[in-house]
C-alpha cells in the first residue's frame, strides 16, 4: 500500500465527490451513445443462412424463436485453419465473455433472444459447451458465409479482408494479427418484422468490451483489471480445475 494515499475519512470523501461527477459525465455520454445506437437505420438480410443447431438446421429468422430482436455474439473458434493447429476448442477470451452470461429469461421478457455462433461444427461446439457448463443456445455457421459476411472470419478467396471498419490496407498497417483464414470476435444485432430480417448493429474489438462481467467488476477496485483479455484462462483451469 502507498501511504501517500492513505487520508482521512473527510480527504476521501472530498475525492470522491469529485470522481462522482466524472462517474455522471461518463454516465450522460454513454446514454448519448446508446440512444444514437437505437436511432441507426438498419439493412434487410437478403440472403439465406442455414445454421446447425441442437434442434436441426435453422435460418437466421429461425434464431429469433419467435422473439422481435435478435443478439448474435460471433465466438471464436481455434482449429488448425484459423492457425491453432491441433485445436478444436473456442477462444478463452471468447469464453471469458461467455462466462459473464448470466439469466436469459430477463433478455426474452425484453423480446430478445442472446444466441452464440461459431464457424465451427456442431458436434465440436457441443463438446465443448458441455466442458463450459453454459446453456445459451449456440449454433454453427460451418460451410456458410455468415461469418464472411458480418467481417469475423477471413478468407481472401472468398472476400477482401475486413475488421471493425478498417479495410484490408488498414489492417495490415495497424491490426497485423487479422490474417487470411483466420477468426475474430465480435458482435451483431438484428431485428424482425414479420419474416424480414435487419441487420442494426455490429461491434467488434473494444466495441464489446462492456459485455465483460468480469472487467465490470474489477473496474470498481483498486487494483483494476490486473490481467490483459486474452490472460485469463479457461474457467476450468483455475487451481486444477478446482
Known amino acids: 500500500m502507498d501511504t501517500q494515499r492513505v487520508v482521512s475519512r473527510d480527504e476521501w470523501l472530498a475525492a470522491r465527490r469529485e470522481l462522482l461527477g466524472q462517474e455522471k ?29 441442437p434442434d436441426g438446421p435453422a435460418s437466421l429468422a429461425g434464431l429469433f424463436a419467435g422473439r422481435r430482436q435478435l443478439i448474435v455474439y460471433h465466438f471464436m473458434w481455434r482449429h488448425a485453419e484459423s492457425g491453432f493447429p491441433g485445436e478444436d476448442q473456442g477462444c478463452p477470451t471468447c469464453s471469458f465473455l461467455a462466462d459473464s452470461i448470466g439469466e436469459l429469461s ?14 465451427a461444427p456442431l458436434a465440436s461446439i457441443d463438446r465443448f459447451r458441455q466442458r463450459m457448463g453454459w446453456q445459451v443456445p449456440w449454433y454453427s455457421s460451418y460451410g456458410s458465409d455468415f461469418n ?10 472468398i472476400a477482401p479482408l475486413e475488421y471493425n471498419y478498417k479495410d484490408q490496407a488498414t489492417l495490415a498497417r495497424d491490426v497485423p494479427y487479422i490474417r487470411s483464414r483466420a477468426d475474430a470476435h465480435g458482435i451483431s444485432v438484428f431485428l424482425r418484422e414479420d419474416d424480414r430480417v435487419f441487420h442494426s448493429y455490429s461491434a467488434y474489438g473494444r466495441g464489446v468490451d462492456q459485455l465483460l ?6 473496474d470498481l ?13 479457461y474457467h476450468d483451469t483455475y487451481n486444477g480445475g478446482s
Open 148 to 157: 464472411y459476411d458480418f467481417h469475423v472470419s477471413f478468407d481472401e478467396d
Open 25 to 53: 459525465e461518463a454516465t450522460r455520454a454513454k446514454d448519448a451513445v446508446d440512444a444514437r445506437r437505437r436511432a441507426l437505420p438498419v439493412v434487410e438480410v437478403g440472403k439465406d443462412y442455414v445454421f446447425a443447431g
Open 106 to 119: 430477463h433478455l426474452y421478457a425484453c423480446d430478445t433472444t442472446l444466441v452464440l455462433v461459431s464457424r
Open 221 to 233: 477496485t483498486p487494483l483494476g483489471r490486473q490481467r490483459y483479455v486474452t490472460e485469463f484462462p
Open 213 to 218: 462481467g468480469t472487467y465490470n467488476y474489477l
